[in-house]
T-cell receptor, first 116, second 110 residues
């Protein structure tokens, strides 16, 4: 499972509240990613990180911010949640081990977020 | 822009062979991935093609034609547990970002 955990696994919140999702990895992977998955849209990249304090936007970054203060943790924050952000959120990692290859991404178990 | 197309749904019979196609038009290309995703679970890595041709891994094979912007995933000797969604994804030139197609939901029937 590439040592990836996500927390919480399920969350129900109300519109306008802040929400933070956490992705934790234990194998010193360089790259970390946040995706959302919605019916009819597949997996879409929100933000990604290529190192501590190094992040960049993905395809659907509006309304989301991220932080990576240490290698093992990548946080996704919804500053003011909206119903359109109801989704399943997956974290992924790549670029680990001795080779440092970036290509293959491995996914965490996902967080199901419902915004009422 | 990025455009990756896969059929939305397919149905096949246990023991049969099924081919899931993926066509892509992307601004960069550094390889194509296939992932399997069972309902309610995370995607899991199946295969990676960067050169033209067929890669075989047990019951699963993946083919790539870069000139045609085309790939397929071939599943042989289908089992009920192969019922899942299959996701095609293209890696960008820098090798650090994937763009996914919408996924193909495969239903295997007895």
């Amino acid at each position: 499972d590439a040592g990836i955990t996500q927390s919480p696994r399920h969350k129900v919140t109300e519109t306008g509240t802040p929400v933070t999702l956490r992705c934790h990895q234990t194998e010193n992977h360089r790259y970390m990613y946040w995706y959302r998955q919605d019916p009819g849209h597949g997996l879409r990249l929100i933000h990604y990180s290529y190192g501590v304090k190094d992040t960049d936007k993905g395809e659907v970054s509006d309304g989301y911010s991220v932080s990576r203060s240490k290698t093992e943790d990548f946080l996704l924050t919804l500053e003011s949640a909206t119903s359109s952000q109801t989704s399943v959120y997956f974290c992924a990692i790549s670029g680990g081990g001795e080779t440092g290859r970036t290509d293959t991404q491995y996914f965490g178990p996902g967080t199901r977020l419902t915004v009422l | 822009g990025q455009n990756i197309d896969q059929p939305t749904e397919m149905t096949a019979t246990e023991g049969a062979i099924v081919q899931i196609n993926c066509t892509y038009q992307t601004s960069g290309f550094n390889g194509l991935f296939w992932y399997q995703q069972h309902a309610g679970e995370a995607p899991t890595f199946l295969s990676y093609n960067v050169l033209d041709g067929l890669e075989e891994k047990g019951r699963f094979s993946s083919f790539l034609s870069r000139s045609k912007g085309y790939s397929y995933l071939l599943l042989k000797e289908l089992q009920m547990k192969d019922s899942a969604s299959y996701l095609c994804a293209v890696l960008n030139n820098a090798g650090n970002m994937l763009t996914f197609g919408g996924g193909t939901r495969l239903m295997v029937k007895p």
